[in-house]
């Protein structure tokens, strides 16, 4: 009788279970229309936490507390939310990224980037952009290429993260019915997620700063958005920033050497050494006088061009031995990933060549 009675405790400890969910969703419901609305009382956020922390939706349940911790800081009962789901999220995400660790011992690309996704969402940053880097082009699509990026930023690598937005930009093309669209739905939510979509969208397309008013009008009515933040001060301190600052004066004053020197030189802090090389070609067009620092900076940026273009033919050459082989098909993700990196290198005879392919 003992299989038959442990049958019947697993089926009430099922039903248990079942019939603690629909209670948590029948006590959720009017909690998050009270806080959609505004209308939640300090006690009804609290709840709602506890509530999601039970039904396992951890993050939410952070949110929520960050909020309220947000006012106040010494909330223990918001502490005490934020602790236990924090500690359930660390949990879920160590025992994720041991798995994929296990995994990523078979050396498969495949799974080394699984393991990059698991490190992203454990907050190992600087591990999940490591691996980003060595990833495969064809497996870095857009949502890729945005954790690859954050990753750097997050783990305070912020001129390699603005690199790979610029490469980024490159790879999906500035649009500005993109800004639009994205415009279009923040301004129906007015949620988070969002607004940064809107400012990324705005930053590529060249408009940092009006990227950065939007994110400091966000924070200042949502001041629990510590993503937002997080992004404004990043492009406050991106080199483009500046550089489109100088780009605009230079609209006003196009002859004006010191500010074409200093487009350069950010240029160059900004991982665009082939541009940097053409501003000083034009520095040098204009002027026949020595000017200080301009014949290192033109040094430094071209022994960085060389070496970028070496990594590059290296992947080209890659390529044509895949190429080459009867039984393998060429990625054109991968062709084109490579004729936009010449592109922005301006090696253009390369990028053409490619662009056929």
Known sequence: MRPLKSAVAATILCAATVLAQNDNYSRIKPLEEAMATGQASHAQQIELARLYSESGRYYEATKIADRVLADDPNDAAAKEVRNNAMRSLRDIND???????????????????????????????????????????????????????????????????ERVYAQLLSWMGASHAAVDRLADVYNKTHGEDAAIALANAKAWSGDREGAIRL??????????????????????????????????????????????????RLEYEAGRYAASLKTIRFVRDHSSEKIEGLDELERNAQEKRRAELSKLEERRKALDAQASMASSSQNPDEILALAKAYTGVEDYNAAINLYDR
Not at 109 to 137: C, E, H, Q, V
Not at 246 to 257: M, R
């Open 95 to 161: 025992k994720k990224v041991a798995a994929a660790e296990a995994r990523a011992k078979s050396g498969a690309d495949a799974d080394r980037f699984a393991l990059a996704n698991a490190y992203f969402d454990a907050g190992s940053y600087g591990a999940a952009a490591d691996i980003y880097a060595k990833s495969p082009p064809a497996m870095m699509d857009r949502e890729a290429r945005l954790r690859y990026a954050r990753a750097l930023a997050w783990s305070s690598q912020l001129d390699p993260s």
């Open 215 to 264: 994110l400091n009008d966000f924070t200042q009515t949502n001041p629990n958005s510590t993503e937002a933040r997080q992004l404004a001060a990043q492009l406050a301190s991106s080199p483009e920033l500046r550089l489109e600052r100088v780009n605009k004066a230079i609209t006003l004053q196009p002859y004006n050497l010191a500010l074409q020197v200093e487009k350069a």
